[in-house]
């Protein structure tokens, strides 16, 4: 069965440092997001990304953050100058053709920022 | 924007027993879907339901769009159900942006 891949799983980092955090949705999928969970809070929505264009962004996803899509495969987040509360478990997740459609998400990258 | 909110917060139960969570949201949506987030914090897709009902094994779900509410049930709990349960909706607007409820946390007794 096709899944949300995310990688690394687990990333420790120093505070001020950039990290990049990647993610390979389902192959047929066209819409693609991201998502964080401080721990034991919700999950919160960062960004949907369609078309090779943000479509919504967050009151969170501010010029810290941002969205790329490198190559066909890759959809990938990266957080400039990490501060110690973007601390989180990030979760991809894609959806079929329409943006209505069932989201699947991966297994999360844990960042821990010291 | 839209609000969605889960009780009960925490559910402590024995095994084999049945239970009901419940999500309400506050504006018509195009998308509702029940997650249960394992102990290893994985999101598990349990039903996309943006309205009617639907069954999976032991595990069935109910969505009244008129009413603004979805009812998630577990019939013979086992252990392994244990966990966080979130429902999540996409409200108007046609950018898959869903919004999460607060959870409620199952916790399975042997």
């Known amino acids: 069965e096709p899944e949300v891949t995310q990688t690394p799983s687990h990333q420790v980092t120093q505070m001020g440092q950039e990290v990049i955090l990647r993610c390979v949705p389902i192959?047929?999928?066209?819409?693609f997001y991201w998502y964080r969970q401080i721990l034991g809070q919700k999950v919160e929505f960062l960004v949907s990304?369609?078309?090779?264009?943000?479509?919504?962004k967050s009151e969170i996803f501010d010029d810290q953050f941002s969205v790329e899509r490198p190559d066909g495969s890759n959809f990938t987040l990266k957080i400039r100058s990490t501060k110690l509360e973007d601390s989180a478990m990030y979760f991809c997740?894609?959806?079929?053709?329409?943006?209505?459609?069932?989201?699947?998400f991966g297994p999360g990258t844990r960042l821990t920022v010291l | 924007g839209i609000q969605v909110e889960q009780s009960p917060p925490d559910l402590i139960l024995q095994e084999g027993a049945n239970s009901t969570l419940r999500c309400n949201f506050s504006?018509?949506?195009?998308?509702l879907q029940w997650f249960h987030q394992n102990p290893w914090g994985q999101l598990i897709n349990l039903f996309y339901?943006?309205?009617g009902t639907k069954q999976n094994g032991r595990l069935s779900a109910t969505t009244v769009a008129t009413e603004r509410y979805s009812l998630l049930y577990i019939s013979s709990s086992q252990t392994t159900d244990s966990g966080v349960y979130f429902c999540?909706?996409?409200?108007?607007?046609?950018?898959?942006?869903?919004?999460f409820g607060q959870g409620t946390t199952l916790q399975v007794k042997p």
């Open positions: 997740a894609s959806s079929d053709v329409t943006a209505y459609n069932e989201q699947f």
């Open positions: 192959s047929n999928h066209l819409y």
């Open positions: 990304f369609y078309n090779n264009e943000i479509s919504e």
């Open positions: 504006d018509s949506v195009n998308n």
């Open positions: 339901i943006p309205s």
């Open positions: 999540a909706v996409e409200g108007p607007g046609n950018t898959g942006k869903l919004i």
